[in-house]
């Protein structure tokens, strides 16, 4: 430690990083799987006047708050929202433990392989499936389970791990974002604890900063060991008007950067486009139906309608799949 | 930037800063208002441990949470919870616009002066109290109010701001935890949307980390601008069993430390002695008449009883203020 080369290499090792953090904001590299089209251009740009010193945008790095959804955001939610196969393989290997599913829907029809038919009954039978397999645990016992199925289950399409759906211009952007300063959020309509076990490793965003949908606990102590039980009762239901108000309650800030890509995010966007100074507000719009699917108005999962018409009355940016991004997951 | 002189002194800074790092556990000055008693020889001795790489109780830095009680624990509590006082400010503040409160308790008796009278009613008046002066307003509005309170307002026995009421040797403790690589946290029965906006020049905990009781919220477009409302509704009492339920929902991970002082933080404290490896909890406990104030087992604000023979039963660190603390304030 003591030699002048050790110092030179050292101080070389610490002018890099020096230069890194001066020029993070110009490395055009930090997004490589982005085309070099507008919402790329856009990103850049806000991210060079917040960071900037002196620049009347500069947002102090305490107040760097960017909030992303998840589902359909940062990773894929097609043919449905990952969490709900994880509902359907849980009621499948809790149904020996349960026999009056044999004559009760929505488990009877789950139980047949008639999954259409048991998610004809809507929203009260999704919820009668979630509640049945999120709740009765500790919160311990559910993550193993959560990391069990991750573990071994398949998408239906690709035959990749759920884990390996996620959007690789996406990854790229919330490490470019941290490069410059931001604190990463996901705020998803998804279970918290559904998210929060693999977050870290997948997107490097750690279990603090992902806020979702909850359902009550119960501390209790069992043989003197303290638990936290899982009770069948929702909590808070982190979607539309709740994610403000959860961003509010979790966060305490408003966001700088907000993105979503479905009308549960319209009022995130909203949000955050009415605080002081300069914001930035993003879309991803599903518009590649080689590389992943093509879908927004019509769609009954990730319905992207009243949000599409204000991003494009405001001049929120839209990502265009198709165009913009020139890769969508990590293993293509 | 390229001279032989410029690289040194950058090497040696940076040699510092390793330095540092390596060495924080070991400066013993980190707590210059702690006298060399034992509580001080524990936290130093933890700190040491979590933070040795190769150790076997080492604790990578991402889990490195720490979480703090705040009245009693950060800040004093008496003659009661700082949050009254500033609600009956608030009614006298409000009462021009309720002249139904002259002839309804416990209103009536708050505004003739009685405040004792106000507050014989017991929880349920204070509940309305609050109610009545922490709803109606948009959280903007709200922060403005508690900035505005707080920047007039003083303790009735040391004429001093009430942000000057905490504790100096807490200070230090959350400085050292994090120079260590905690993340440092607020998890306390009082106002979540009361702390925030002073936390962070306070204590140097921001926003995203102050935990608390919370009311409802309602996001709502108001010209076409989002606002959220507090609602005269209890959302989330943050108080014994609510600790670690609330430790779980905003952090999702078991802190690694915890430290209270009443009867209110014992489940933290439990929630915190079950995780695995080496843990830290910690009670402060008021025994001094002199420079604070003593009280414990029979106190109505911050009791301390249960969780005090626990922490004996099971060597939890008890920091007796009178003892092991050179210095109560900053202002002495």
Same mark, same amino acid.
């Given at each position: 430690m003591k030699t002048t080369r050790t110092r030179s290499l050292l101080a070389a090792a610490f002018l890099g990083a020096l230069a890194f953090t001066a020029n993070v904001a110009h490395a055009a590299d930090h997004l490589p799987s982005w085309n070099d089209t507008a919402p790329k251009k856009a990103i850049v740009a806000f991210v060079e006047k917040v960071t900037?010193? !002196?620049? @009347? =945008?500069f947002v102090p790095p305490n107040e760097r708050i960017a909030t992303f959804d998840n589902d !359909? +955001?940062?990773w894929a939610e097609q043919p449905m929202y990952f969490q709900l196969p994880f509902a359907l393989d849980r009621v499948k290997a809790l149904a020996a433990q349960h026999p009056e599913w044999k004559d009760k829907q929505p488990f009877a029809s789950l139980l047949k392989g008639d999954v259409k038919g048991a998610l004809a009954g809507g929203e009260p039978a999704i919820f009668q499936i979630v509640m049945a397999t999120h709740a009765g645990m500790t919160t311990e016992e559910f993550e193993k389970i959560v990391r069990d199925w991750l573990a071994t289950a398949k998408h @239906?399409? +690709? !035959?990749? #791990?759920? +884990? =390996?759906?996620?959007?690789q211009p996406m990854v790229e952007l919330l490490r470019y974002l941290r490069a410059a300063g931001f604190k990463t959020y996901i705020v998803s309509g998804g279970g918290i604890e559904f998210m929060r076990p693999w977050s870290e490793k997948v997107y490097g965003i750690p279990p603090e900063q992902v806020i979702g949908s909850s359902g009550k606990l119960k501390f209790e102590l069992r043989d003197g060991k303290p638990v936290l039980v899982k009770l #069948?009762?929702? =909590?808070?239901i982190d979607d539309k008007e709740g994610k403000p108000v959860a961003i509010n309650k979790f966060i305490g800030r408003r966001p700088t950067l907000a993105f979503g890509n479905s009308d549960g995010d319209l009022q995130m966007l909203q949000w955050t486009a009415a605080g002081n100074g300069v914001r930035f507000m993003g879309l991803v719009h599903h518009t590649d139906a080689d590389r992943e699917r093509a879908y927004d108005r =019509?769609?009954?999962?990730g319905r992207l309608n009243k949000a599409l018409d204000e991003a494009k009355a405001k001049n929120w940016t839209v990502v265009d799949m198709k165009k913009d991004w020139k890769r969508v997951f990590g293993f293509e």
């Open positions: 900037k010193e !002196g620049s @009347p =945008d !359909g +955001t940062l @239906p399409k +690709t !035959g990749r #791990p759920y +884990t =390996d759906m996620i959007y #069948p009762e929702v =909590d808070f =019509d769609s009954s999962i």
